[in-house]
């Protein structure tokens, strides 16, 4: 892409050069400039060629842009600030959650021994034990995200090939 840049502004230099060479008879005439409000004193500049009134005009214009650019320049500082900050934050947020997976992953969980362990079924969750501590650490497994998943894939087939029933109809 910069090389395609590259010879677009070749090109438009080169058109430039060549307008003022083909008529620099025009650009290096002299011209004077007058203003006249007439309730205030005739003002007249000194007679310059004309490709010195280009050169102003076209100052004048990159000024005027970059002035006009200013403000958008600072919005848009201001929110890259604001989403560096954000960014950064969730950044922190994913490092500690994937520290307490890996938490939670490496710690083993403790297998109830003795008379008062009873292997729970996932149908027979709501089974309590006398001691409360093993009550506590026997919980039941939480569904899976992939049964989840599957289940969702299953009702939007079953929905798509209803709705394709009642277009048919």
């Not at 307008?19 to 409000?37: C, I, P």
């Not at 310059?48 to 009134?53: D, N, T």
């Not at 201001?78 to 520290?99: A, P």
Request: proline share 5%; charged share 25%.
């Amino acid at each position: 892409m910069s090389k395609i840049k590259i010879v677009i502004w070749v090109v438009i230099i080169g058109l430039i050069v060549t307008l003022f060479l083909q008529n620099d008879t025009l650009f290096l005439s002299k011209q004077a400039l007058s203003f006249d409000l007439y309730f205030i004193k005739k003002l007249q500049t000194p007679e310059l060629p004309v490709a010195a009134y280009f050169l102003a005009a076209l100052i004048i214009g990159l000024v005027v842009a970059y002035i006009f650019g200013l403000s958008d320049r600072f919005k848009a500082r201001r929110i890259i600030k604001t989403l560096t900050t954000n960014l950064d934050s969730q950044r922190q947020e994913i490092v500690t959650l994937k520290k307490e997976i890996e938490e939670f992953k490496n710690a083993a969980p403790a297998t109830p021994t003795g008379a008062a362990s009873v292997a729970l079924a996932p149908e027979a969750s709501a089974v309590t034990h006398a001691d409360p501590e093993i009550a506590a650490k026997v919980e039941p497994s939480p569904p899976s995200i992939e049964s989840d998943a599957e289940e969702k894939n299953k009702d939007e087939t079953e929905k798509n090939e209803s709705n394709k029933e009642e277009v048919k109809h």
